[in-house]
C-alpha cells in the first residue's frame, strides 16, 4: 500500500495502531483482573488485538515505502528502528489476550459441567495463581506496549516535525485580514 487519496498510506495507517493498541492493552488490564469485564470484553479484545497484529506489519511496510521517499535523517533512521519493534509490542497483547478470552471460555463451559456435559479444560479457569499471574502478566505487557507505542509516535511525530516549523507565527498567518 502506497497512497491513499494522495497521501502517503503510512500517515493515515499509524493513527489507528497508535489508538488500538494501546485500547487493546488496556482492555486487556481490565478483562485480566476484571471478572465483570472478562465476561464481556475478553472475546471482542482479543479479535481487536488480532486485529491489531496484522494491521502492525501493514504499517510498518507502508512507512518503509515512505521512508524511500524522503531525506534521510537520523530522526527518521531512529523512528524506523524503533517501528520495527511495534510488532514484539503487539503480538504479546493479543496471545494474552486470547489467553484470556480461553480461560473465560473454558469458566463458561465449566459451568456446563455442572449440567452434566463433560468438557476438556486446557488452562485452569479456575486457578486463582493462574489467574493472578495473567493479571500481573497483562499490566506488564500492557505497560510495555503502551510505551513502545508512545515510543514510536514520539520519534515518528520528531521525525516528520523537526525543523519544518517555526514558534512564531506568520504576520500572514490565518485568522490575520489585510490591514490589521
Same mark, same amino acid.
Given at each position: ?30 478483562? /485480566?483482573?476484571?471478572?465483570?469485564? =472478562?465476561?464481556? #470484553? *475478553?472475546?471482542?479484545?482479543?479479535? &481487536?488485538?488480532? $486485529? !491489531?497484529?496484522? +494491521? ?57 459441567? /455442572?449440567?452434566?456435559?463433560?468438557? =476438556?479444560?486446557? #488452562? *485452569?479457569?479456575?486457578?486463582?495463581? &493462574?489467574?493472578? $499471574? !495473567?493479571?500481573? +502478566? ?43
Amino acid at each position: 500500500m502506497s497512497t491513499v487519496n494522495g497521501l502517503p498510506a503510512h500517515i493515515l495507517l499509524v493513527h489507528a495502531v497508535v489508538v488500538l493498541l494501546p485500547l487493546a492493552a488496556l482492555l486487556l488490564v481490565l478483562t /485480566a483482573v476484571w471478572p465483570a469485564a =472478562r465476561r464481556r #470484553l *475478553a472475546g471482542p479484545n482479543a479479535i &481487536l488485538a488480532v $486485529i !491489531v497484529v496484522g +494491521l502492525v506489519p501493514v504499517t510498518t511496510s507502508a512507512g518503509e515505502w515512505l521512508e524511500r521517499r524522503v531525506a534521510e535523517t537520523a530522526l527518521l533512521r531512529d523512528h524506523t528502528e524503533l517501528g520495527d519493534t511495534a510488532i514484539w509490542a503487539a503480538l504479546p497483547v493479543a496471545v494474552l489476550a486470547l489467553v484470556v478470552w480461553w480461560r473465560q471460555r473454558e469458566a463458561t463451559a465449566a459451568a456446563a459441567v /455442572a449440567a452434566g456435559v463433560r468438557q =476438556r479444560s486446557y #488452562l *485452569a479457569p479456575g486457578s486463582t495463581t &493462574l489467574t493472578r $499471574i !495473567v493479571a500481573v +502478566l497483562a499490566v506488564v505487557i500492557a505497560g510495555s506496549a503502551v510505551y513502545d507505542t508512545y515510543r514510536i509516535g514520539d520519534s515518528g511525530a520528531k521525525a516528520s516535525w523537526t525543523g519544518n516549523f517555526s514558534s512564531t507565527a506568520r504576520q500572514d498567518g490565518p485568522g490575520r485580514r489585510d490591514g490589521d
